[in-house]
């Protein structure tokens, strides 16, 4: 059906049904669209459940970055957001990556709100390190790769981190102080003992 014919089904121009059709019809009337839609045979659905205005649905998420590229940034870390791992081959991403070519640092750091597999989150973290490695170790300098999580402190993030210290600390044997110091103002972060 051209548009001049789906016009003339339902009282619009040519050049109204193309507005409406590249999403620039705006100043249509409701009922109009609704009978462009019904013309096509195709479901007009409108959903207006949520406030444009309101934050979006990661700003706890995005909060955590921002304060961490923020903070990193002040201690002269170059700051990556949602860097791409293996870009086309993958949906994962860092939250985000640092790096520091002045003490040849790498540091993968992901954020989390909650938890909902602590297991697949570290299985996933230990694969992105993996990735940063592989990338370190072609570079002409040595890098040392390390990685963080931050977590929002909240009650149940807190309880669940003292249900499973052990857990937690088998898996980030740094102190939180030590990391917070190597982000802020450029202290050598926590290494893992080989």
């Not at 013309?39 to 961490?68: C, K, M, N, S, Y």
């Amino acid at each position: 059906m051209t548009q001049k014919e789906l016009g003339d089904r339902v009282g619009l121009s040519q050049s109204a049904v193309s507005e409406v059709e590249t999403g620039n019809g705006s100043g249509y009337s409701l009922n109009a669209w609704q009978e462009v839609f019904l013309a096509l045979g195709r479901p007009l659905i409108i959903d207006a459940r949520r406030d444009p205005a309101a934050d979006p649905f990661d700003a706890g998420h995005l909060a955590i970055q921002e304060l961490v590229l923020r903070l990193a940034t002040a201690a002269r870390f170059v700051g990556t957001f949602e860097l791409p791992v293996r870009p086309g081959l993958s949906r994962h991403s860092v939250d985000i990556f640092l790096r520091d070519d002045r003490r040849r640092l790498m540091v993968v750091c992901e954020a989390w709100n909650s938890f909902g597999d602590i297991g697949a989150a570290s299985r996933s973290f230990s694969w992105k390190l993996a990735q940063a490695e592989e990338v370190a170790g072609g570079l002409e300098d040595e890098y040392w790769v390390g990685g963080c999580w931050i977590v929002r402190a909240t009650v149940a993030n807190r309880s669940l981190i003292g249900r499973y210290p052990s857990i937690f600390a088998s898996r980030f044997p740094g102190s939180s102080q030590s990391w917070a110091s190597a982000l802020t103002d450029g202290a050598q972060p926590p290494r893992h003992p080989d």
